[in-house]
């Protein structure tokens, strides 16, 4: 059971715009920043998103994100073929000493 | 080129102890905590710890806390994670990533991962 939640899946057509939600408490995503990580099949995971809406230099501005509260999301413009992977948030959680956390993953599918 | 490199894959028998590698370049291996994650088969990402190299401060989640011992080498830009006792449960993929700060999951960038399998 991951300390953050988000949907198993999620799904879209060329050219549509989808939304992964990843909801926290108050200990994680309500007092820390959000960074997000796609992961292509068989590969390591790559950083998308940091400091809840920023992106590294190579990541096109189709990715976006997004923190309310105690829940962040991260949005897919323009949907293409080379967006299916895995998608997964994490931030830091201030309980048990502090540590990090992840979401379960959001597989993304483009049909 | 900023890049962490890992030692290769790793085949171990239940009770056998392992130590696997990341070798930092192209940055102050000093200056930034490394962390490890791990992903077994089909699952999801887990934090599994870091260390800050400078001064080998070391901090674990409790779900690995005892299990696992995180170190590094700092005249050679390199960390480890070891294993005394090795179980089944432990195969997986564990990566080791750059994390930008103490309380920040900014991870950038990513080695290519080590693949640990235990099996008697």
């Known amino acids: 059971q991951s300390v953050l939640t988000q949907p198993p899946s999620a799904s879209g057509t060329p050219g549509q715009r989808v939304t992964i939600s990843c909801s926290g408490s108050s200990s994680n995503i309500g007092g820390n920043t959000v960074n997000w990580y796609q992961q292509l099949p068989g590969t390591a995971p790559k950083l998308l998103i940091y400091n809840n809406n920023q992106r590294p230099s190579g990541v096109p501005d189709r990715f976006s994100g997004s923190k309310s509260g105690t829940s962040a999301s991260l949005a897919i413009s323009g949907l293409q073929s080379e967006d299916e992977a895995d998608y997964y948030c994490?931030?830091?959680?201030?309980?048990?000493?502090?540590?990090?956390?992840f979401g379960g993953g959001t597989k993304l599918t483009v049909l | 080129e900023v890049q962490l490199v890992q030692s290769g894959a790793e085949v171990k028998k239940p009770g056998d102890s392992l130590r696997i590698s990341c070798k930092g370049s192209?940055?102050?291996?000093?200056?930034?905590?490394i962390a490890w994650v791990r992903q077994v088969p089909g699952k999801g990402l887990e934090w599994m710890g870091i260390i800050y190299p400078g001064d080998s401060d070391t901090r674990y989640s409790p779900s690995f806390q005892g299990h696992v011992t995180i170190s590094a080498d700092k005249s050679i830009s390199t960390a480890y994670l070891q294993w005394s006792s090795l179980k089944a449960s432990d195969t997986a993929m564990y990566y080791c990533?750059?994390?930008?700060?103490?309380?920040?999951?900014?991870?950038?960038?990513w080695g290519q991962g080590t693949l640990v399998t235990v099996s008697s």
């Open positions: 994490a931030t830091w959680d201030d309980s048990l000493n502090g540590r990090g956390v």
């Open positions: 192209g940055f102050s291996f000093i200056s930034y905590w």
């Open positions: 990533a750059r994390q930008h700060s103490t309380y920040e999951c900014w991870f950038d960038p």
